[in-house]
């Protein structure tokens, strides 16, 4: 047993969340760090084929992060059973505010990452052809581009802020934050 099990209020000791829960949140976190790469790598990729597939996996997995982040928020809407919070006051207020903002970066970042998609007109893998509902306008796929990273980079930004938080809250607060969400059961 840990011993910081013991500084945990009882309504909350050795809780974790639900295994719906865990494997939305982490999925939703690779999607990003992986989307994030690719995003700031693109560019290097040489101009043909290559880059297309590279594009087209970022496409695909941009989709793919979309239809996690529906699921995930209609399961945070839906389910009962939320954990008792383990912060109060203050903290508890850094936290809610946190994952809201986290939500909104993300419904940010996928609907511009899906608009910049449409507005460009990219060819996926070569094989598919997204028609552009912008042709030659310029300006707005520089805007949406630019929209679409700012959001991104913020979402790396304030999940940066969240796992730190996490990580002090495991290391010096020595309670259970981090070990409810973790994919495998600590001992």
Same mark, same amino acid.
């Given at each position: ?7 945990? #209020? *009882?309504?909350?000791? =050795? /809780? ?10 982490? &999925?939703?976190?690779? %999607? !990003? ?50 954990? #008792? *919070?383990?912060?109060? =006051? /203050? ?10 903002? &986290?939500?909104?970066? %993300? !419904? ?80």
């Amino acid at each position: 047993m840990h011993d910081s099990i013991l500084t945990e #209020p *009882a309504a909350t000791q =050795g /809780l974790r969340h639900d295994p719906t829960t865990i494997l939305l949140h982490w &999925l939703t976190a690779a %999607l !990003v760090v992986v989307l994030w790469t690719i995003g700031q790598t693109v560019d290097f990729a040489p101009s043909g084929a290559l880059r297309v597939d590279y594009r087209s996996v970022h496409i695909v997995l941009g989709a793919t992060l979309a239809v996690v982040l529906v699921a995930r928020i209609a399961w945070r809407l839906t389910r009962n059973g939320m954990l #008792p *919070a383990l912060d109060t =006051g /203050l903290l508890l207020l850094v936290a809610r505010a946190t994952h809201f903002a &986290l939500y909104v970066l %993300l !419904v940010a970042a996928v609907g511009l990452g899906l608009a910049n998609a449409w507005i460009r007109g990219d060819s996926l893998f070569n094989l598919f052809t997204i028609p552009s509902i912008a042709p030659g306008d310029k300006v707005l796929r520089g805007n949406v581009e630019d929209w679409h990273a700012l959001a991104a980079n913020a979402v790396l930004i304030v999940a940066g802020v969240h796992a730190a938080a996490a990580l002090f809250h495991h290391l010096f607060l020595r309670d259970a934050t981090l070990r409810r969400m973790l994919p495998w059961r600590q001992v």
